[in-house]
């Protein structure tokens, strides 16, 4: 059965309350609407409407390490309105993961957007291009998990479901 689903990547929870404290921050100078701390991550691979088994046994046969990801640079994107964070340079591990995930759906038949890998987590939407940005929080997390993700469409957004769990050692 297809639903729509997205390869992510989530912070610890402090890391993401922080994260959300910036945005309402920036949210209030932009007009735009913060992301909630249980919504931020960082999206690997956007399926849309997709089948799950497929999508895990996919990933299942993606290995990857853990690694740290910093989030030390912070921009506006003004063709979609949308503030965001990442790291100044992609880990590559990062860069690896991404490679190795999207070449095993490939193989699995996925039919994937074949514009560049950003490495970046949406913190604002619908958001005013802002004089400046505040300096980010010194935020860095442990990854040692990516997620397979089931998002649902709603009138007060996307609601987030946990479809599978992928240890990265």
């Known amino acids: 059965m297809a639903a729509r689903l997205f390869f992510a990547l989530f912070p610890p929870a402090e890391a993401a309350r922080e994260l959300e404290r910036w945005a309402r921050q920036v949210a209030g100078e932009t ?3 913060p ?5 931020i991550h960082l999206t ?3 399926l849309g409407e997709a089948d799950a088994g497929r999508a895990v046994h996919a990933a299942r046969r993606v290995s990857g390490g853990a690694f740290e990801l910093p989030l030390d640079s912070a921009r506006y994107w003004k063709h979609n309105q949308i503030v ?3 790291p100044a340079r992609a880990p ?3 860069e690896r993961l991404v490679a190795d995930l999207q070449l095993e759906l ?3 038949e996925f039919i994937l957007e074949r514009r560049p890998f950003a490495a ?3 913190l604002v939407r619908k958001a005013r291009e802002p004089a400046a940005l505040p300096p980010l929080p010194p935020i ?3 990854v040692s998990e990516m997620l397979l993700m089931q998002s649902q469409l709603a009138r007060a957004g996307s609601a987030y479901a946990v479809r599978e769990r992928f240890a990265l050692s």
Do not use: E, I, N, P
């Open 84 to 86: 965001w964070a990442g």
């Open 31 to 33: 007009r735009g609407k």
């Open 106 to 108: 490939y193989r699995a």
């Open 120 to 122: 970046h987590v949406t």
């Open 92 to 94: 590559a591990a990062l």
């Open 140 to 142: 860095s997390w442990s």
């Open 44 to 46: 690997l691979v956007f």
């Open 35 to 39: 992301v909630r701390a249980a919504q």
